[in-house]
C-alpha cells in the first residue's frame, strides 16, 4: 500500500507539533522517521495510524483518501511505544484479539492456527500461555508486532519500536525486524530519535526538526551529502570550525579544502573525527593533544589547537600518541556550509 | 529484610499498638468473649431465631439490590465524571462526597421526608402504587445512599489511570466500543469494582442511622439487624445483643477476607512468573 | 487543501454524542434524586416553621448543649486520631517488621464494622455486664452513658481515618529523605518535623478533616453508648433523632440543618485539599495497570 502525506497539519493548544508535512511512501517500503523530541515524528505516525486527525492536509492510502477514517476502520498495525499489550489478557489471547474482534467471522480453529503461526513468526513459541508480566521486555515487543501483524494490515506503524529495551536485544530485533520486513514485504514506518537505529534499519530516512521535513533520502544519501549542518550534527560526531571561503577554498586555521561553486565568504566547516588525522609535521592545523581516549576499536584522540578551538578526531589503535604531545591535524574530508 | 535504621521504631510503634489494643482490639475481644460464653446451643438458638433470621434476610437482600444498583450507577457516574467534560461536572465530582459527609441520622430523617406518603418523591410513588418509606425498599434507598461513593471512588482513580494507549490498541485492531469496553476497559475495572462491591456492601450491612428512620422497623419484615442488636439492649437482654452483635461481626471479617481474596485473584496476571 | 479543522480528536470508547448525552443525563438525573434532594429537603423543612421557630430550637439550650458535646468530643477525639495516624503511619512506612501487614488489616477493621457493634462492644468492656465496668463502677468512675464513653465510641470509628490517608502516601513516598536527613545528624523528631511533615501536610490535614465529620455525624455507636441523656449526654446527631421522635420535625431538621452545612464545608474543604494534591496516592492493589507501569 502507497502512502501519501499532502500538506499535513497538526497542532496541539498552541503547540504546532506538524507544520505542512508531504511525504510520499512506496508500498512496501521501509522508512524511518527521525528527529529530536519535539520534531512531530510521532504525531505524524498517529495520523497514519488515525490515532490523531490532521487540522489540514491529507493523508492518502493508495487512492483513497484516509484523512478522516477512523483507527479501526483504517487497517494499519500500530506497535506502541511501551507495547501496550493488554496486561489481562494472555499472550496468545493478545495476538488473538484483533481477529476475535474483526467483522470479519473466523473459526476459533482458524483463529488458534494464525496464533500458532505468528508466535512462530516472531519465535515465541511455546510462551502463548504468558501473561505479558510474566515475560522479558522484548519478548514483549515480538508480541506487540505479532498482535499488530494478526490483522494483516496494510501499514505496519511501530513507534519508537526499540526505545524501552537493553542495548544488546535492540541490535538482535533490529536484524529481527529486517528480516520480518523482507519476509512479510510490508509498507513499514517507524518513529526513533535514534540516527543508528535508522540509518541501519530503514530503506529511506525522512529526518524532522520542528515539524518540518528537514531532509529524506537513503542512509548513503543523507550520510554522505547531509544538506544543513543540523542533519551533520545529528547524524554523529562532528568538529566545527570557524572558516572563509575565498576563490572556491575554505580556510580554517591553517588547513583549507576545495569547495567550487561555494560563494566567498565566512563559513563553518564540519569534520568526523573520523575525517581528521594526526601528523607531527605540518602543513595542518597546529595543535596539541589533551588527552587520549582508548577503544576497542581505536583511539580518540582530543586537542587544542592554537586559537583555542577543540577537537576530536580517532587514529588506528597502534598509533603512539600521548597527551602533551604537539603538531598538525590534517584534514582528510570535510563539509562547508555558509553562515 | 532490611534493617531499621531511622530512629523511632519504638516510640510509634508502642503507641500504635498501644492505641489499636485499647480502641479496637480490646473492645471486639470483650464482645466475642460475651458472646462465647453463651455456650454453643443457646447462642445457635439466639442467632437462629426466627425474628433473627428475618433480619438477616431483610438486610443482605437490601444491601445485595443497594450494591447491585450502585454497581451499575457507581460505574456510569465514575465513567462520566472521567471521560466526559460538561458544565458543573466539578459541582457534581464534589457531590459523590457528600453521604460520606453528611452524618447518617440527617440522611435518614432527609430521605424519610422525601420518601413518606406525603414527602416530594413519596406523593408521586403513591400515585403509581409504589410504597417506600417504611417496606424494604426505603431500606434499599437508604443503603444506595450511603454507600453511593465507594463504587466511584475506587474505580474513578483506575479509570483516569488506565493507560490510553491499550484503549488505541484495541481500536486499531479493528474493536468497536463495546467490545473494547467488555474485553479490555472492564476486566481492567474489575479488581477496582469488586473492592467497591465489598466495601460498599459490608457498609450496607452494618448501616443503622440512615435506615431506621425510613424503615419502619417492624419485627420480621423492615427490621435490620443492626437494629435488632439495639433492641435487644434496650430489653438488657445483653447476651442476645452480644450474640447477634457477633453476627455482624463475623459478616464483617468475612467480607475483608473475602475482598482480599477476590483481588488478589483477579490481579493475578500482574504477578510476574 | 483542506480547510483548517483544529483540535480535532479521533472519538475514544464512549465517545458517540448520542450515547454520551444520554449516559451524562441519565447519570445528572440519579444525582439530583438521591444526592441534591435530601440537602434541599433538609434546608426547606428546617424553615417550614419559619424562621422563629428555626432560631427557636437552635438557641434552644438543649440543642446548645448537644452543640457543645459533639465539639467537645470532636476536639478529644480528632486530636488523639491523628496522633495515633502519624504514628501508626510512621512505623509502618518506615521501618520493617514482622505482622506489619496484619496490623494494617487490624488498624481498617472499624471501616468494615457495623457502628452499632463498636457500641455493643464497648457496653461489654466498660459496662457494668463488661470486662472493666463493675471495677470501674466501685471506684466511681462513670465511662458509659457518660462523656467519656461517647468519646471512645467515636475514637473506634474513626480510628483509621488519618492513618489510611497517610500510610499510602508515606508509603509511595519511600525512606530516602528520612535516612537522608538521619545520615546528616538530624534527630527523629527534627527529621519528622521538617522532612517527613512537609510532604504530607495536606494529606495528614485531608484526613484529619474527613475525622472530623465523621466524629460530629457519628451515630449508631455513639447511641449504644450515650444513654440518650437530654442535656447531658446528648450529640447533635442524637439530638435530632430524640427532636425527630418527639414529632417536632422542623425542630429536627433546624438541627440538622446545622450539621449539613458542616458537610458541605467538610466538601469543600476536601475539594480544596484535593487541589493541593491530598487523596491522590491510592493503594497500589486498586490500581489494576500498576504492574505495567512499575516495570
New interface residues.
Given amino acids: 500500500m502507497k502512502i501519501r502525506l499532502e500538506n499535513v497539519v497538526k497542532t496541539f493548544e498552541t503547540f504546532r507539533a506538524v507544520r505542512d508535512v508531504s511525504l510520499e511512501i512506496e508500498s512496501g517500503e521501509l522508512v524511518a522517521l527521525l528527529g529530536p523530541s519535539g520534531s512531530g515524528k510521532t504525531t505524524i505516525l498517529r495520523m497514519v495510524a488515525g490515532l490523531e486527525y490532521a487540522d489540514g492536509g491529507h493523508i492518502y492510502f493508495g487512492d483513497q483518501d484516509a484523512t478522516d477514517i477512523p483507527v479501526r476502520d483504517r487497517g494499519v498495525g500500530f506497535v506502541f511505544q511501551h507495547y501496550a499489550l493488554f496486561p489481562h489478557m494472555t499472550v496468545a489471547e493478545n495476538i488473538a484479539f484483533g481477529m476475535k474482534v474483526s467483522k470479519v467471522k473466523r473459526e476459533k480453529a482458524a483463529i488458534e492456527a494464525r496464533v500458532v503461526e505468528l508466535l512462530r513468526l516472531v519465535r515465541l513459541e511455546g510462551l502463548g500461555g504468558r501473561f505479558p508480566a510474566q515475560i522479558s521486555g522484548g519478548q514483549r515487543q515480538r508480541v506487540a508486532l505479532a498482535r499488530a501483524l494478526s490483522v494483516d494490515p496494510k501499514v505496519l506503524l511501530l513507534d519508537e519500536p526499540f526505545g524501552a529495551l537493553d542495548a544488546n536485544v535492540r541490535h538482535d530485533l533490529r536484524r529481527w525486524l529486517r528480516e520480518i520486513h523482507r519476509e512479510l514485504g510490508i509498507t513499514t514506518i517507524f518513529v526513533t530519535h535514534d540516527q543508528e537505529e535508522a540509518l541501519d534499519l530503514a530503506d529511506r530516512v525522512v529526518i524532522l526538526k520542528d515539524g518540518h521535513i528537514i531532509q529524506q533520502g537513503t542512509a548513503e544519501e543523507v550520510c554522505r551529502n547531509p544538506q544543513s549542518t543540523f542533519v551533520m550534527k545529528f547524524l554523529g560526531d562532528a568538529n566545527v570550525l570557524a572558516a572563509e571561503v575565498r576563490d572556491g577554498r575554505a580556510y580554517a586555521s591553517g588547513a583549507a579544502i576545495d569547495v567550487s561553486g561555494m560563494a566567498d565568504g565566512k563559513a563553518e566547516l564540519y569534520a568526523r573525527p573520523a575525517d581528521l588525522d594526526w601528523s607531527a609535521q605540518g602543513p595542518g592545523i597546529p595543535a596539541s593533544i589533551t588527552r587520549v581516549l582508548d577503544r576497542p576499536d581505536g583511539r580518540r584522540v582530543l586537542a587544542t589547537t592554537e586559537t583555542g578551538e577543540l577537537l576530536e578526531f580517532d587514529v588506528e589503535p597502534e598509533r603512539p600518541v600521548k597527551a602533551g604531545e604537539g603538531g598538525f591535524v590534517t584534514l582528510r574530508r570535510a563539509k562547508v556550509f555558509a553562515v | ?2 534493617r ?6 519504638r ?3 508502642g ?3 498501644f ?2 489494643g485499647l ?6 475481644a ?2 466475642v ?2 458472646a462465647a460464653s453463651l455456650g454453643p446451643e443457646d447462642y445457635w438458638r439466639i442467632v437462629s431465631s426466627s425474628r433473627a433470621l428475618a433480619s438477616y434476610r431483610v438486610t443482605v437482600l437490601s444491601a445485595l439490590g443497594a450494591t447491585v444498583f450502585n454497581l451499575f ?1 457507581g460505574l ?2 465514575a ?2 465524571l472521567t ?2 467534560r ?1 458544565p458543573g461536572w ?1 459541582i ?1 465530582d ?14 435518614g ?3 424519610t ?2 420518601f413518606t406518603t406525603n ?3 413519596g406523593s408521586i410513588l403513591a400515585d403509581l402504587g409504589i410504597k417506600v418509606a417504611y417496606t424494604p425498599l426505603g431500606i434499599m ?1 437508604a443503603m ?2 450511603t454507600s ?1 461513593p465507594f463504587i466511584v471512588r ?1 474505580v474513578q ?2 479509570l483516569e ?17 463495546w ?3 467488555r ?3 472492564l ?6 469494582l469488586l ?1 467497591g462491591v465489598s ?1 460498599s456492601f ?2 450496607s ?5 440512615a435506615i431506621i ?1 425510613i424503615a419502619g422497623n417492624q419485627p420480621m419484615s423492615t427490621e435490620i439487624t ?2 435488632l ?2 433492641i435487644r ?1 434496650e430489653e438488657y437482654d ?1 447476651q442476645a ?2 450474640a447477634i ?1 457477633s453476627v ?2 463475623i459478616a ?2 468475612v ?2 477476607a473475602l475482598t482480599n481474596w477476590m ?1 488478589s485473584r483477579a ?1 493475578r ?5 | 487543501m483542506g480547510a483548517t479543522r483544529t483540535g480535532r480528536k479521533p472519538p475514544r470508547v464512549g465517545d458517540q454524542p448520542l450515547f454520551r448525552r444520554m449516559l451524562i443525563g441519565i447519570v445528572l438525573v440519579i444525582v439530583a434524586l438521591l444526592i441534591v434532594a435530601p440537602l434541599v429537603v433538609i434546608s426547606v423543612e428546617a424553615f417550614s416553621k419559619g424562621w422563629a421557630v428555626y432560631r427557636d430550637t437552635i438557641i434552644h439550650p438543649d440543642t446548645l448543649h448537644a452543640i457543645g458535646l459533639t465539639v467537645f468530643a470532636a476536639i478529644v477525639a480528632v486530636p488523639v486520631n491523628t496522633a495515633f495516624g502519624i504514628a501508626a503511619a510512621w512505623s509502618i512506612t518506615k521501618f520493617d517488621f514482622w505482622g506489619r501487614r496484619f496490623l494494617l488489616v487490624v488498624i481498617e477493621i472499624p471501616f468494615s464494622v457495623s457502628p452499632i457493634v463498636a457500641g455493643v462492644a464497648y457496653l461489654f468492656v466498660y459496662g457494668l455486664q463488661g470486662v472493666f465496668g463493675p471495677t470501674l463502677d466501685e471506684y466511681g468512675v462513670k465511662i458509659l452513658f457518660a462523656i467519656p464513653g461517647i468519646i471512645l465510641a467515636s475514637m473506634f470509628v474513626t480510628a483509621p481515618f488519618v492513618a489510611r490517608e497517610l500510610i499510602p502516601l508515606m508509603q509511595a513516598q519511600g525512606r530516602d529523605l528520612e535516612e537522608a536527613a538521619t545520615s546528616l545528624g538530624a534527630s527523629g523528631w527534627r527529621t519528622f518535623f521538617s522532612v517527613t511533615l512537609p510532604n504530607i501536610k495536606w494529606a495528614l490535614l485531608y484526613g484529619v478533616v474527613l475525622c472530623n465529620a465523621r466524629v460530629m455525624g457519628e451515630f449508631g455507636a455513639v447511641s449504644v453508648v450515650s444513654g440518650n441523656i437530654r442535656g447531658q449526654t446528648n450529640t447533635l446527631p442524637l439530638h435530632i433523632e430524640l427532636l425527630y421522635h418527639d414529632y417536632q420535625a422542623a425542630g429536627a431538621f433546624a438541627a440538622a440543618s446545622i450539621l449539613a452545612l458542616i458537610a458541605v464545608f467538610t466538601i469543600i474543604a476536601k475539594v480544596a485539599l484535593e487541589r493541593q494534591g491530598a487523596g491522590r496516592v491510592r493503594r497500589p492493589a486498586l490500581v489494576a495497570n500498576s504492574a505495567e507501569k512499575t516495570q
Avoid at chain 2, 450491612?205 to 442511622?209: A, D, M
Avoid at chain 2, 496476571?269 to 512468573?273: D, M, N
Fill in positions: 529484610m532490611r531499621n535504621v531511622l530512629p523511632g521504631l516510640l510509634s510503634l503507641v500504635t499498638l492505641y489499636v480502641i479496637v482490639v480490646l473492645p471486639l470483650a464482645l468473649f460475651k450507577f456510569a457516574l465513567w462520566v471521560r466526559y460538561f466539578r457534581v464534589a457531590m459523590v462526597d457528600l453521604p460520606f459527609a453528611l452524618p447518617t441520622a440527617v440522611a430523617i432527609a430521605l421526608a422525601l414527602g416530594w418523591f434507598i444506595c445512599f453511593l475506587t482513580p483506575v489511570d488506565l493507560d490510553p494507549a491499550l484503549e488505541e490498541a484495541a481500536q486499531s485492531l479493528g474493536g468497536s466500543d467490545q473494547i469496553f474485553k479490555v476497559i476486566p481492567l475495572l474489575t479488581p477496582a473492592a466495601l459490608a457498609r450491612l452494618g448501616e443503622f442511622g428512620f443492626a437494629l442488636v439495639f439492649l445483653y445483643a452480644a452483635a455482624l461481626l464483617a471479617f467480607m475483608l483481588q490481579l496476571y500482574t504477578v510476574r512468573g
